[in-house]
């Protein structure tokens, strides 16, 4: 595959809560040292139904066929996003949520016995245009964040990551997720054993009933930061398949 073939697909990556764009770094340098066409845009992180509804339209104006990357929150992001769009070939979820219709982050969550986030979350305000209206968004407190997230990344590394973090709205979580884009087209999964953000139990248990060909890792929650290369050979494998 080289950069510019009509025949190759766009690897296009959302990524998760607390998180930015900046967080696919390593793994862009990765895909594009293979000849990968990547795009990484900015995930709002307001909701479900709207951060969906932004990166279906992201994909929407992309010519050619798309391989959709999610990770964390941005798994689900893409479940919904490519329900029903033509150009999505597969998808590929980063010890991310793959949530099945009608289901809640904040219920699969609940049902984690890996996780630590919920014990790390800190709530904070943020305004929504009318008047003097706030809602409520969500930090990792900065002295959780190298533990629950970034536990195989230099402390340093996972301080910067901590203190640039991108708030979610709270409400993200309560949100009813849609019809899944995994019952209808191809999915991988990338399960990093020492998540303890999204939970390495959840998101293994989400992966299987999504019937996603599954690559375990021994890893953080962003393990795509500390194991790029790993996770770039499942996108490849991907690519390969749908291509």
């Known amino acids: ?7 190759g697909a766009t690897v296009v990556l959302v990524h998760g809560a607390f998180a930015d764009a900046g967080s696919w770094a390593a793994l862009t340098e990765v895909l594009q040292a293979e000849g990968v066409t990547v795009l990484a845009p900015s995930n709002p992180l307001r909701g479900i139904e ?11 104006q992309i010519d050619g066929p798309v391989l959709a990357v999610g990770h964390s929150y941005g798994g689900a992001v893409i479940t919904n ?4 769009l033509g150009n999505v ?5 980063v010890a991310a949520f793959a949530p099945d219709e009608g289901q809640t982050l904040g219920e699969i969550e609940g049902t984690s016995r890996d996780s630590a986030l919920a014990s790390a979350l800190v709530q904070r305000n943020y305004p ?10 969500l930090y990792v407190a900065a002295a959780d964040f190298p533990q629950v997230f970034a536990g195989d ?7 910067v990551l901590g203190a ?10 309560d949100e009813r997720n849609g019809v899944p884009a995994w019952k209808s087209l191809p999915s991988w999964a990338v399960v990093a054993t020492g998540d303890k953000a999204a939970g390495a139990d959840v998101v293994l248990r989400m992966a299987q009933h999504a019937g996603a060909d599954i690559t375990e890792v021994e890893g953080s929650h962003l393990v795509m930061l500390s194991q790029p290369r790993r996770v770039a050979d499942v996108i490849l494998a991907a690519l390969r398949a749908v291509g």
Do not use: C, H, N
Request: proline residues 4%; negative net charge; aromatic residues 6%.
């Open 128 to 137: 929504v245009g009318t008047g003097d209206e706030t809602a409520v968004e």
């Open 50 to 60: 709207s951060d969906s509804a932004y990166i279906r339209s992201v994909i929407g």
């Open 1 to 7: 595959m080289t950069e510019g073939d009509d025949a």
């Open 153 to 159: 990344l230099p402390a340093a590394q996972a301080a």
């Open 164 to 173: 640039s973090q991108r708030p979610v709205a709270a409400s993200a979580f």
């Open 81 to 84: 996003a490519a329900t029903g």
């Open 89 to 93: 070939k597969g998808l590929v979820y």
